[in-house]
């Protein structure tokens, strides 16, 4: 599991609410990711890091922020929740691998429903 | 039209039998291909890449690239029930991985 958690791993809130997902690994990486998986959809990347304080948007960040403060911990942030952001959340990290393609490494996923 | 097509599924095959999924894509300058499989409630794991065209062959799985025809499959050889999940193709123009492009995913079912 490439030593990435996920909290929470499940949540109910409400539209309008703020919403913050957290991602944390253990290894040292310092590439992150954060994706969204939806029916029909695939995986579609939110926001990535490529290293403390240093974020950039993916395809589909609309709607939603993030911080790196520590090599540790991604965090992605809902800042008022609406309901076409119902999904599972993924985190990843990225290592090159021989020839040089980085390949990632996801953590468990939050579920998260917004009502 | 999306830059990455892969059939939804749900494909359903019994134990033994040779599996092949596929998905087509329409950039061109995709060179780097991967293949992740996707348990129900976990996070997708790598499975096989590939860079540019050829076969390549890890144990049961063997992961092909047509770039001329801009197809690719994952042949998964006497099909166990442990290899029902969701496979998802994906690929890159490039080796940074805030580029790859995911497909959907198909539900693969082994029966018994």
């Known amino acids: 599991d490439a030593g990435i958690t996920q909290s929470p791993r499940h949540k109910v809130t409400e539209t309008g609410t703020p919403v913050t997902l957290r991602c944390h690994q253990t290894e040292n990486h310092r590439y992150m990711y954060w994706y969204r998986q939806d029916p029909g959809h695939g995986l579609r990347l939110i926001h990535y890091s490529y290293g403390v304080k240093d974020t950039d948007k993916g395809e589909v960040s609309d709607g939603y922020s993030v911080s790196r403060s520590k090599t540790e911990d991604f965090l992605l942030t809902l800042e008022s929740a609406t309901s076409s952001q119902t999904s599972v959340y993924f985190c990843a990290i990225s290592e090159s691998n021989r020839v040089g393609l980085e390949t990632q490494y996801f953590g468990p996923g939050t579920r998260l429903l917004v009502l | 039209q999306k830059e990455v097509e892969q059939d939804p599924g749900p494909l359903s095959v019994p134990e033994g039998a040779i599996v092949s999924l596929n998905c087509t894509y329409s950039?061109?300058?995709?060179?780097?291909f991967m293949w992740y499989r996707q348990y129900s409630r976990k996070g997708p794991e790598l499975l096989m890449y590939?860079?540019?065209?050829g076969n390549k062959e890890d144990g049961r799985f063997t992961a092909q690239v047509d770039k001329s025809s801009k197809y690719i499959s994952l042949f998964i050889r006497d099909s166990q029930p442990s290899d029902s999940a969701t496979y998802l193709c994906?690929?890159?123009?490039?080796?940074?991985?805030?580029?790859?492009?995911f497909g959907s995913g198909t539900r693969l079912s082994i029966r018994p």
């Open positions: 994906a690929m890159s123009g490039d080796s940074s991985a805030s580029k790859i492009i």
């Open positions: 590939t860079y540019s065209s």
């Open positions: 950039n061109s300058a995709f060179q780097y």
